[in-house]
């Protein structure tokens, strides 16, 4: 064997060692873990995923192997923080998708608001038609109603079927001024003044069997990102659908 291959062997082994020095400092780091959010676990992750990382390189390099690590990569990240060290504002940004899975609940629901609050206007439905015969109306009557985490809470009473949601934190020296930001809500998020993000998505299942376990999915830079995976179930056949079924809704707010 040349120089050269015992100097990638001695390479291989270093980074072979590193990994069992990371491995140690993350079980020790999450044996004294203070919090679900612990800084100090959090950078043992990252070594050890480092680590992990230079030596599946070496190992090709020199046998052509490979190790059974999934090493994320850096599409799978977040750039560099370079917000403020102490930040006095913030911004939180959400996006939750849905799928109209139960179009005559979601109907009759929002049928249900109108005909008990007499504030709620009928008037976004086509002409003869209300609330209860039009989606478009129907949604708007809903989310005008609830507020948006109510509606994630309760989306199955609704006819609504969950996709795939994203919460972003970012963070600012100062507060934006009123109105600012408003024709254009979403486009200033500076990914680098992200502090947190947290994802949810069916595309982080790999074992369906795994249902009742949440996945862990998504980027963080602190925090974490949980994928739920969720029932997928159709909406009923036409003449199905039970009025009766609905749960009463509280319009007493």
């Known amino acids: ?16 060692e590193a990994v069992k020095a990371a491995l140690d400092h993350h079980l020790a780091a999450v044996e004294r873990r203070a919090g679900e959010d612990d800084p100090v676990v959090f950078e043992a992750f990252n070594r050890l995923a480092a680590a992990a990382e230079v030596y599946d390189e070496l190992l090709y390099d ?12 850096a599409e799978d990240g977040l750039p560099p923080y370079t917000g403020p060290d102490e930040p006095h504002a913030l911004s939180v940004l959400i996006r939750r998708d849905y799928t109209v899975a139960e179009p005559h609940r979601l109907l009759a629901q929002a049928q249900r ?4 609050d007499a504030d709620v206007d009928d008037g976004e439905a086509p002409a003869g038609e209300s609330v209860g015969h039009s989606t478009h109306a129907a949604l708007g ?14 989306h199955k ?3 609504l079927e969950e996709g ?19 024709e254009a809500p979403f486009e ?6 992200i502090v947190c993000r947290f ?7 790999e074992d369906p069997d795994d249902a009742d376990e949440p996945e862990r999915g998504g980027v963080r830079r602190s925090g974490g990102a949980f994928a739920t995976p969720g029932s997928r179930s159709g909406a009923p056949a036409a003449g199905s659908f039970d009025d009766e079924a609905l749960e009463p809704l509280d319009v007493d707010r």
């Open 1 to 16: 064997m040349s120089d050269a291959a015992q100097s990638t062997a001695a390479e291989v082994r270093a980074a072979a």
């Open 62 to 73: 020199a046998y052509d192997e490979v190790t059974p690590f999934e090493i994320p990569g």
């Open 113 to 116: 608001v109108a005909d008990l």
């Open 141 to 154: 009557v809903l989310f005008g109603e609830f507020e948006p985490d109510e509606i994630a809470t309760r």
């Open 157 to 159: 009473e609704f006819g």
């Open 164 to 182: 795939d949601s994203t919460l972003w934190v970012t963070a600012a020296d100062e507060p934006a001024e009123p109105g600012e930001w408003l």
């Open 188 to 193: 200033q998020a500076d990914p680098q003044q």
């Open 199 to 205: 994802d949810v998505s069916s595309v982080f299942d």
